[in-house]
C-alpha cells in the first residue's frame, strides 16, 4: 500500500475510535465498578496515546474555544493517558481535569496554558507534572509575575524552552530568570521587557541558544560597548582563538543609520556561534554596514530585507567621496562580502528589497541552497547565466523551496532564468507572490506536466491572477501525488479557491486549502467574508456538496491564525460523497 493511503487509513482508524468515545466511557465506568481505575487505552504504545488526543481536540475543537466544550471534558480525560507528552491546558480546563492531570500525567514533556488571566494557579495545579516538561509555553494575555517565573525556576528542573510570547510580562519579573542552566530558548515578543531586561537574562543565563526579542542585538552591545572592552574586541577580531561569550544561533534585527557601526562587529565577536541572521536594513543607511556577519563561521541562514525610511537623514562618511557610495550597492557592498565569505555553508537565502542583485554570484558561492527567497529585488545587469543544456543542468540542484516575488514592476528579472527555477522537479514547497512575468503560459508550463514537481507538498499563490482551470490541472496532476496545502491570497480568492474547493471534496484529496483575502481585513471579518463566498460552490454543485462545505468548514476554521482552513478528509460525509 501506498505511504499516503497507509497513512489515510490511519487517520480514518483514529477518527473511528474518537467518534466512539461513548462506548469507551462506559467501558471505563465498568472497570471502575470492578476496581480498575486506569483508562481502556493504557495499554497501546505512547505514540498512538498521543494521536489519539490530539484527533479528539481536532474534531471536537480545542478547550479555549467555547464553554460547551466543558461538557466533553469527561470524555477528553478518557485519551488523557500516563504516556501523555504533550498537553494543553486553557481557563476552560475544569479542576476534576486539573487534578486528573497531575495524578496521571508522569511523562509530560510539553505543556501550553492558553487562555488563562493568572498562570501561577494552574502551574501549581498540575505542580507534579512539571518536573519532566522539557517545553513550556503560556500563551497570549496571561499575567506572568515574579512569582510565577519563581515557581518555574524551582519546580521545572529540565525546562529547555520557555515561550512567554505576548504575557503581561516586564523587566521586574524577568529578573527573576537567574541561572536556570538547563534552558536553552526564551521567546519574549510582544511583551514590556526592555533591552534592560534582556541584558540580565543574558548575564545570568549565557547558555541562551534562542532568545526571541527585537532588543537581543542592542542589548548585547550596551554590554560590552566600553572603550576598554572595544579595545579588546578590535584586537580580538582577528584572532582565532577569541573566548566565547554567549551561545546565541539566531538575531533579529532592525538596523537604521542612528545605530553605531561597530554594533554587528561586536555582537559577532561575543556571539560567534550564530547560525541564523534576519535584518531589517534602513536603505539610507551605510552600504557597508552588513560586513561584520562575514566573520561568522557558522552562518546557514541570512535573511535581509532593505526598507527605505524617508525620517532618518542618510548616512556620510566624510572620508569617502559621495559618487562613490552612489555607485555602491547594498548587494555589491554588504551582501556579496557575506556570500564570499560564508556562502559555502549556506542553506536558507532570502533578500528583498535589495538593489543589484547578481545571480551569478549567488549561483556560484551558493552552492547549496535549500532555500531562495527573492522579493521586490533590482537586479544588475547580465546577472542570469543560462546553460544551453537547461534539461541536464539545474540551479541550485540542492533547492528544496522557493519563494519569489514581484521584481517592483521592473523587466530587469529575466523571464526565461524564472522558467529555469522553476523546472526544478525536487521542490518542497513553492511560493509565488504577484509579478509582472506570470502570464498563463508561464503557469501552463510549470503545471501542466505531469511529472512537474513530484515531491511539491505546499504551493502558495499571494496575488497571482490565475485562473481556477489552472488550479484545477496543477491539482488533477499534483494534488493526487503529493500535495497536502494550497494557500490562494488576494482579490481572486472567490474564483480561485471555490472551484479547488469543489474539487478537492468530490476527489476527495488530501489537500488543505488556506484563503486569505487581504492582511489588513481583521480576523473575524475574513472568516465571516470567506464563509459568504462558500455559497458560490452551489451553483456549481448540489446542495448537498454545500451542506458538506459548510459543516467541514465549522470544523476547520483555525481561529489563532486567522485563515480559513479547510481539510476535505476530516469530514466523513465529503469521504463519501
Request: aromatic share 8%; with cysteine.
Amino acid at each position: 500500500m501506498q505511504a499516503h493511503k497507509m497513512q489515510r487509513l490511519y487517520q480514518l482508524c483514529l477518527e473511528n475510535i474518537v467518534h466512539n468515545s461513548n462506548f469507551w466511557l462506559q467501558v471505563k465506568h465498568t472497570q471502575e465498578k470492578i476496581g480498575i481505575l486506569s483508562s481502556p487505552f493504557d495499554s497501546l504504545p505512547a505514540s498512538l496515546e498521543q494521536d489519539l488526543l490530539d484527533m479528539y481536540e481536532q474534531i471536537n475543537g480545542l478547550s479555549g474555544q467555547n464553554n460547551f466544550w466543558l461538557e466533553q471534558q469527561e470524555k477528553w480525560r478518557l485519551f488523557v493517558t500516563r504516556r501523555i507528552k504533550r498537553l494543553c491546558i486553557t481557563k476552560y480546563t475544569e479542576k476534576t481535569s486539573l487534578v486528573h492531570i497531575a495524578t496521571t500525567c508522569r511523562n509530560l514533556n510539553h505543556l501550553e496554558v492558553r487562555d488563562v488571566q493568572e498562570a501561577l494557579p494552574y502551574l501549581k495545579a498540575v505542580a507534579p507534572c512539571l518536573t519532566t516538561v522539557v517545553s513550556l509555553n503560556i500563551d497570549t494575555m496571561a499575567h506572568v509575575t515574579s512569582g510565577s517565573l519563581k515557581y518555574i525556576r524551582s519546580h521545572c528542573p529540565n525546562l529547555r524552552t520557555l515561550g512567554l510570547k505576548s504575557c503581561f510580562l516586564n523587566d521586574k519579573a524577568v529578573s527573576h530568570l537567574k541561572h536556570i542552566s538547563t534552558l536553552a530558548e526564551l521567546d519574549l515578543r510582544d511583551t514590556e521587557v526592555t533591552a534592560v531586561g534582556v541584558s540580565h537574562v543574558l548575564k545570568s543565563n549565557p547558555q541562551l541558544r534562542s532568545l526571541h526579542h527585537p532588543e537581543v542585538v542592542h542589548a548585547v552591545y550596551k554590554l560590552h560597548s566600553t572603550r576598554t572592552w572595544r579595545v579588546r574586541v578590535e584586537a580580538s577580531l582577528w584572532s582565532s582563538s577569541m573566548a566565547v561569550c554567549y551561545h546565541l544561533r539566531e538575531i533579529d534585527l532592525e538596523l537604521s543609520r542612528k545605530d553605531n557601526p561597530s554594533m554587528l562587529a561586536v555582537v559577532v565577536s561575543v556571539c560567534p556561534e550564530i547560525e541564523r541572521v534576519r535584518i531589517e536594513f534602513d536603505a539610507r543607511a551605510s552600504p557597508y554596514a552588513l560586513v561584520p556577519l562575514a566573520a561568522l563561521k557558522c552562518l546557514t541562514e541570512l535573511d535581509i530585507q532593505c526598507v527605505a525610511d524617508t525620517n532618518r537623514k542618510p548616512w556620510v562618511d566624510h572620508a569617502t567621496h559621495s559618487s562613490v557610495l552612489d555607485s555602491i550597492t547594498l548587494f555589491e557592498g554588504s551582501v556579496l562580502p557575506i556570500l564570499q565569505s560564508c556562502g559555502s555553508h549556506l542553506h536558507a537565502l532570502s533578500l528583498e528589497g535589495i538593489s543589484g542583485v547578481d545571480m551569478k554570484s549567488v549561483e556560484i558561492h551558493c552552492p547549496n541552497l535549500v532555500s531562495l527567497g527573492l522579493y521586490y529585488n533590482t537586479y544588475a545587469r547580465n546577472s542570469f547565466r543560462i546553460p544551453d543544456n537547461i534539461a541536464s543542468v539545474k540551479p541550485f540542484p540542492s533547492l528544496r523551496r522557493l519563494l519569489f516575488g514581484s521584481n517592483s514592476g521592473n523587466s530587469d528579472f529575466s523571464a526565461s532564468y524564472l522558467e529555469w527555477l522553476l523546472s526544478n522537479e525536487n521542490l518542497e514547497e513553492l511560493s509565488l507572490s504577484g509579478s509582472p512575468l506570470f502570464t498563463d503560459e508561464l503557469f501552463a508550463c510549470a503545471f501542466a506536466n505531469s511529472a512537474a514537481f513530484p515531491q511539491l507538498r505546499r504551493l502558495e499563490l499571494d496575488y497571482c491572477n490565475v485562473t481556477a482551470e489552472v488550479i484545477t490541472g496543477f491539482l488533477y496532476h499534483c494534488g493526487r501525488k503529493s500535495l497536502r496545502e494550497l494557500s490562494i491570497c488576494g482579490p481572486f480568492v472567490r474564483e480561485q479557491a471555490s472551484p479547488a474547493l469543489c474539487y478537492i471534496i468530490c476527489e476527495k484529496l488530501d489537500v488543505q486549502l488556506e484563503a486569505y483575502f487581504y492582511s489588513f481585513i481583521k480576523m473575524k471579518k475574513r472568516m465571516l467574508r470567506y464563509k459568504q463566498d462558500l455559497n458560490f460552490i452551489s451553483s456549481k454543485s448540489d446542495i448537498h456538496l454545500q451542506d458538506i462545505c459548510k459543516k467541514t468548514a465549522i470544523l476547520q476554521t483555525n481561529t489563532t491564525s486567522g485563515y480559513f482552513s479547510q481539510r476535505s478528509t476530516y469530514s466523513s460525509e465529503a469521504a463519501t460523497f
